[in-house]
């Protein structure tokens, strides 16, 4: 008999591990700190990879709702140089295995696959204490004191959970990203539709790029990408009024089709810090609680694994308490031994391509790594 699974945290993993133990018929809750699903906006696109994340779909029965809410040739790439110069410009021909979907729709088809009791919404975690014999006792900031006796951590980059088992803190790999977003831009911003693209866009040198990514409804994501300190970039917006045309400074001589993603975006600039948990990331086992996704290997996001990897860790989490019926230690062993080897394995994957894309030789390693070759020196 498995106990009762308290789960914190109503992201992409968190969700799936749910709904595969759903499945099984072993019962879950989530305690979700925001009040509803539809708080805030949940990020951009994402490409969902046929080695993980389609797997996790697979298991938590999801592959019909997936294929429905694909964006149809959101797969194409293109990388410009800072001119504006085409270097590379694959279409979507749909034998990529990377279909892209935007987070908010890929959430809303795991929240509503769940019965509406399993997440407990407005449940911010003020604290975990363990009681022994595997139990853990969770306080929040405006609802009663919850006990379990087993705990998963799905709550990301800061996790509330991970002290139990690891002193690691994520650390600034010293590149940022800062986001806006362009609307109707076929009709309003032909040109920087046109350098965009059907799909991603990267116009990258050493330490800097622009990169964007067209989504659903003539809308384009803009990811600017800085390598500079924190402060500098957190003072630079802190006044919105001058913060486009300082960051776009930084690109000064770039193509104004380039430029434009950055000058023309219509919504508030808003910082994208990137940190990361150690490489190779991994705890001695701790009775009644473990971790998945970012609250478990946090890395940066060049390797395009961070929503693939929690969705599969929730599902890989789920099949193994299905597996061992009374035996929730053995199942978290073998689930946290598998993890940690692809964890370590993605993390490292990740910290080189962040090297190859912002080296000094940008952007010839973006396009090996694009074309599969080996990196050039």
């Known amino acids: 008999m498995n106990p009762h699974v308290t789960i914190i945290g109503a992201g992409l993993g968190g969700l799936t591990l749910a709904r595969v133990l759903h499945l099984h018929g072993i019962p879950a809750t989530i305690y979700e700190a925001e009040t509803s699903a539809d708080t805030r906006t949940q990020g951009g696109q994402l490409d969902i990879h046929e080695y993980n994340g389609r797997l996790a779909l697979e298991a938590a029965g999801l592959t019909d709702e997936f294929r429905a809410i694909i964006h149809e040739g959101g797969e194409a790439v293109r990388v410009l140089d800072q001119h504006g110069a085409v270097l590379l410009d694959q279409p979507d021909d749909g034998t990529g295995g990377r279909p892209e979907v935007l987070r908010g729709d890929l959430r809303r088809i795991l929240i509503d696959s769940l019965p509406a009791e399993v ?14 014999d595997g139990r853990h006792e969770l306080t929040f900031a405006d609802a009663p004191t919850v006990t379990t006796s087993l705990l998963v951590g799905a709550d990301g980059a800061w996790s509330r959970v991970r ?43 050493a330490g800097k790029g622009i990169l964007g990514h067209r989504e659903a409804h003539a809308v384009l994501h803009t990811y600017v990408a800085l390598t500079k300190p924190q402060e500098w970039i957190a003072a630079i917006l802190a006044r919105p009024e001058t913060a ?134």
């Not at 003020?126 to 009681?131: A, D, K, N």
Request: proline share 7%; net charge negative.
């Open 163 to 205: 002290p139990l088992l690891s002193d690691a803190k994520p650390e600034y790999v010293g590149t940022s990203f800062i986001e806006t977003y362009l609307y109707d831009v076929d009709q309003r911003r032909p040109g920087a539709a046109k350098a965009t693209g059907d799909g991603s866009l990267f116009a990258v040198t």
């Open 119 to 132: 997440i407990q919404w407005g449940h911010k975690v003020t604290g975990v204490h363990p009681l022994g």
């Open 244 to 377: 486009a045309a300082q960051v776009a400074a930084e690109f000064t001589g770039w193509a104004p089709e380039l430029t434009a993603l950055i000058t023309d975006g219509e919504t508030a600039l808003a910082p994208r810090p990137i940190s990361a948990l150690p490489i190779g990331h991994r705890w001695d086992r701790v009775p009644g609680v473990t971790l998945l996704g970012d609250a478990a290997h946090l890395m940066s996001p060049f390797a395009g694994e961070g929503a693939n990897l929690a969705m599969f860790d929730g599902a890989e989490l789920g099949e193994a308490i299905a597996a061992h019926p009374g035996d929730i230690e053995g199942a978290l062993a073998e689930y946290e031994q598998a993890l940690f080897d692809r964890s370590a394995r993605f993390a490292a994957e990740s910290a080189k391509n962040h090297q190859l894309i912002f080296g000094d030789n940008a952007p010839a390693g973006l396009l090996d790594l694009l074309t599969g070759q080996e990196p050039t020196e």
